[in-house]
């Protein structure tokens, strides 16, 4: 999975420390993914695993204590005659500011904390479309707010509008919309629609799906919540203690999970479609990254761990001809344990049933 042809997004052995020296903890450890152009990328996992923390490190919007402590990070920009690939963990700040928005774009979790609470929302999209094309005329530059807001489905009037006038939902529609204002490759949602009722969630991922198929911007779409990630991602990863975990194509991790702790967190929360079933969750709480358990980081939660797993830490390796990656001994071929059933292809179940 890590071999590309028309990557946008190349991560490597990505890492990002909280402090320094003796007291620093591993935030993101080790992270590797390809992001390819147009795809959407859904990163879960419970609150702690270090999705925000991989969000800020990719983008350099981490501040202190956090330190990217390793790894490589290229995005590639334009294409064609104009693409080039560029090194964010080298690029100086000036190299940064100007690339965000137009290639690189964030949207986090509190809109209402994103917006300046003074300033109109069509002053917000004015300096957006300013800053990055000085030669766009005043009337142009409303023009295309206004679009813009369109495809969010909200009316030109809001851009009249202070942000403690507009709902949670419509603000954050309003900085869906600022991220696409000037068509960037990748756009990063931590949590976007995680403050919303079901609903507005449900609404605005349903937006989001339609514009990605209009835009073809690449999304990494950052959750706790499982379920919503398969409304909307190409591939799924999921994160523990700051290590991927598992990734997979969308369905196919939502339809047979091959980690105990991707089982779990779909164990936590209902469909967003069909039938609510009882929510089992996942017993125990996130560790502590400052001691972290030897072997398995999940193993003191996991219900079907071995003595291997309190001892060795599993490595992230492909399985199934390599359509999708896990960290867990039980489907590493050296052990004999037999593959619990919620946890086995299911051609591989029905065959030991039949034998
Ligand atoms: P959430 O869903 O709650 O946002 P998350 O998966 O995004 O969680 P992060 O916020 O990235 O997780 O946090 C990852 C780890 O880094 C956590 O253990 C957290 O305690 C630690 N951490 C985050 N920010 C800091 C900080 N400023 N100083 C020290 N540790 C931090
Ligand atoms: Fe559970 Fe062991 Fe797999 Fe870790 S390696 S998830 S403890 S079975």
């Known amino acids: 999975m890590t071999t590309s042809s028309n990557p946008v997004l190349e991560v490597s ?15 993101v450890d080790n992270v590797t993914f390809t992001l390819e152009r147009a795809h959407v990328l859904g990163v879960a996992g419970e609150s702690g695993s270090g999705k925000s923390t991989l969000a800020y490190g990719l983008t350099r919007l981490l501040r202190a204590p956090g330190i990217i402590t390793g790894g490589d990070v290229h995005l590639h920009l334009g294409t064609d005659a104009d693409a080039r690939r560029m090194d964010l963990l080298a690029a100086s700040e000036a190299e940064l500011r100007a690339i965000r928005w137009k290639h690189i774009s964030v949207v986090m979790q509190s809109a209402l904390n994103a917006l300046n609470p003074v300033r109109k929302i069509g002053k917000e999209f004015d300096e957006v479309l300013k800053t990055h094309n000085r030669s766009m005329s005043k009337s142009a530059r409303k023009d295309r707010a206004r679009e813009l807001l369109g495809l969010v489905n909200l009316t030109p009037d809001r851009l009249e509008r202070y942000p403690h006038e507009l709902s ?3 603000r954050q529609r309003v900085m869906i919309a600022m991220a696409l204002a000037l068509q960037p490759e990748l756009v990063i949602m931590d949590e976007p629609t995680t403050a919303l009722d079901v609903v507005t969630q449900r609404e605005i991922v349903a937006e989001l799906q339609k514009l990605r198929q209009e835009l073809g911007f690449a999304l990494i779409f950052i959750t706790h919540d499982l379920s919503l990630l398969v409304e909307l991602a190409d591939e799924i990863m999921v994160m523990y203690a700051g290590r991927i975990v598992e990734r997979a194509p969308a369905l196919e991790l939502y339809r047979g999970p091959r980690h105990p702790y991707t089982l ?8 967003l479609h069909g039938e609510r079933k009882v929510m089992t969750g996942i017993p125990g709480s996130p560790p502590n990254l400052k001691d972290l358990p030897g072997g398995c980081a999940f193993h003191p939660r996991c219900p079907y761990a071995m003595e291997r797993c309190t001892l060795e830490d599993p490595m992230l390796s492909p399985i199934e001809d390599g359509q999708r990656t896990v960290a867990c001994w039980l489907h590493d071929p050296s052990v004999s344990a037999a593959v619990p059933v919620e946890l086995r292809r299911k051609d591989a179940a029905l065959a030991g049933e039949a034998g």
Do not use: E, I
């Open 264 to 271: 779990g967190l779909m164990g936590s929360f209902p469909p």
């Open 168 to 170: 949670g939902g419509q």
């Open 13 to 27: 052995h990505f890492n990002v420390d909280y402090g320094v020296g003796a007291a620093a903890v591993r935030a």
